[in-house]
Each structure stands twice: as C-alpha cells, then as structure tokens.
C-alpha cells in the first residue's frame, strides 16, 4: 500500500485522454501522483483517419500504430497506461468489462477519476464509457462484492471535455491551470499526429481558450493554458472560501 495520490483516467478510445485530459494528468504526476489510463479501444474503426489513408493499411496494423502512439503519449506525461482492445463502433458494455474495470478501481484506488461526459450525440461510444464508469465505481464500493478485495471510497468523478461541448450539454465547473505542463500536453497529442494529426492544432487554440476563460475566472494572470471539467458529484468543503 502507498500514500501516494492516485488518479484513474478510462478513455473510451487510444487518443481520447491525450486531447482532452492530458494536461491534468502531467500535472498531477508532476506534484507527486500516479496516473493510470485504461483505453477500452483503440480507437481503430472510426478515430484512425489518417492511418487508413495510408495504402495497405490492415486493422491490425492500425492497431498497432495506436498502441504505438499512445504508449509513447502516456510515457511523455508519466502515466501507467493499459489496453483492453474491446473493439470501437460500437464499444459494448459486457460483464467482463464491468470485471475488469471494478478490479482496476480497487487495485489503484483512485483519489479522483476522469472520463467522457455523460452526453455525446456525436460518439455515443463516449457517452456508454460515462455510465460504464459510474457503475464500475459504484460495484467498486460495494462491500458485498469480491469480499477478497477492499472497496473503494467515493472518487470524484470529472468530465473532460468533449469535442463540441454545446452540443453535449457540457457546462464545466472547473478550469485546470495546465500552463506549466502544457509543452508535455503538445508533445503528447504530437505522438497522436499518425491517424489524428488534424487534432493537434485545435486541442492547442482550446487550451488557450480555456486559459483566458481562467483568467478571467479570477486566476493568476500567469495562466496562459487550461483544461476544462465538471463534476459529476458534489464536492465537500468547510467554508465558501
């Protein structure tokens, strides 16, 4: 057992934690905690656009170019990363995920999870990977299951942002000052270029946007870069300071 922080990241597809939450996970791993990414899929059906325009171009073969990439990705931000290879379009929620997923909670035993929003009417993969999660925690907490195992306590549970947030009812109630490992976030999503380098110069003019949303946030105005999130649950404090 260990005291130092740690922080689950699912990511319905390869790329998905790379674009959207990457500058959270470099952060926390910088100030001293242990992130690790689940990637349910890796993305090879429908988010490998650039590889299956490349001839001769197999499903296996894509495959691997996105293991490639986003263990190269995970590597540059200091993060434990994971394959499950489920198959995307559609992600299916089996018994055996719900396994798998509780079991990976109870050994890392997050402080704070991150995952897709709850509503994604352009990836519906996105949106069933949410409610996975949620019910993968809740079975996590539940003392009468795997009594071999010790549950979990109440994780907060944080929505990165999706790709068009209006679309998905998205409204954050958190922005992350990402300035400081923000070159890591860009080096991350640069390992992605292969099947999705078109991301690369959107996900850099958001983080800026984002960034000047915190400043105006009543954030230091050395803030140059962040990433955007809300809670799914309720958070506890002493005052309203």
Same mark, same amino acid.
């Given at each position: 057992?260990?005291?130092?922080?740690?922080?689950?990241? =699912?990511?319905?597809?390869?790329?998905? !934690?790379? *674009?959207?939450?990457?500058?959270? @996970?470099?952060?926390?791993?910088?100030?001293?905690?242990?992130?690790?990414? +689940?990637?349910?899929?890796?993305? &090879?059906?429908?988010?490998?656009?650039?590889? *299956?325009?490349? #001839?001769?171009?197999?499903?296996?073969?894509?495959?691997?170019?996105? %293991?490639?990439?986003?263990?190269?990705?995970?590597? +540059?931000?200091?993060?434990? @990363?994971?394959?499950?290879?489920?198959?995307?379009?559609?992600?299916?929620?089996?018994?055996?995920?719900?396994?798998?997923?509780?079991?990976?909670?109870?050994?890392?035993?997050?402080?704070?999870?991150?995952?897709?929003?709850? %509503?994604? #009417?352009?990836?519906?993969? %996105?949106?069933?990977? %949410?409610? +996975? =999660?949620?019910?993968?925690?809740? @079975?996590?907490?539940?003392?009468?299951?795997?009594?071999?195992?010790? #549950? @979990?306590?109440?994780?907060?549970?944080?929505? !990165? &942002?999706?790709?068009?947030?209006?679309?998905?009812? !998205?409204? #954050?109630?958190?922005?992350?000052?990402?300035?400081?490992?923000?070159?890591?976030?860009?080096?991350?999503? &640069?390992?992605?270029?292969?099947?999705?380098?078109?991301? +690369?110069?959107?996900?850099?003019?958001?983080? &800026?946007?984002?960034? =000047?949303?915190?400043?105006?946030?009543?954030?230091?105005?050395?803030?140059?870069?962040?990433?955007?999130?809300?809670?799914?649950?309720?958070?506890?404090?002493?005052?309203?300071?």
């Amino acid at each position: 057992m260990t005291d130092q922080p740690a922080m689950l990241v =699912v990511s319905a597809h390869a790329a998905d !934690f790379v *674009w959207r939450a990457s500058g959270a @996970i470099a952060s926390f791993v910088r100030q001293g905690g242990r992130a690790h990414v +689940v990637c349910l899929t890796y993305g &090879e059906k429908g988010e490998s656009q650039g590889l *299956w325009k490349q #001839p001769g171009m197999t499903l296996e073969t894509v495959k691997e170019r996105r %293991h490639e990439e986003a263990t190269a990705a995970a590597a +540059v931000l200091g993060a434990e @990363i994971e394959f499950l290879d489920l198959g995307d379009y559609p992600i299916r929620a089996t018994d055996g995920l719900y396994d798998t997923l509780v079991a990976t909670m109870r050994r890392v035993r997050p402080d704070v999870i991150l995952t897709h929003p709850a %509503h994604d #009417p352009y990836n519906l993969d %996105h949106a069933l990977v %949410h409610e +996975v =999660v949620l019910r993968a925690r809740m @079975i996590a907490q539940a003392a009468g299951h795997d009594p071999g195992t010790r #549950p @979990i306590g109440a994780p907060q549970v944080f929505q !990165f &942002e999706p790709h068009q947030p209006e679309q998905c009812g !998205f409204k #954050p109630d958190l922005l992350l000052d990402v300035t400081e490992v923000f070159p890591l976030k860009r080096k991350a999503m &640069e390992a992605m270029e292969g099947a999705q380098g078109h991301l +690369v110069a959107y996900y850099d003019a958001l983080g &800026e946007r984002r960034g =000047v949303q915190a400043r105006r946030n009543g954030g230091a105005g050395t803030i140059t870069h962040a990433e955007a999130y809300q809670r799914v649950f309720p958070t506890v404090a002493g005052s309203l300071r």
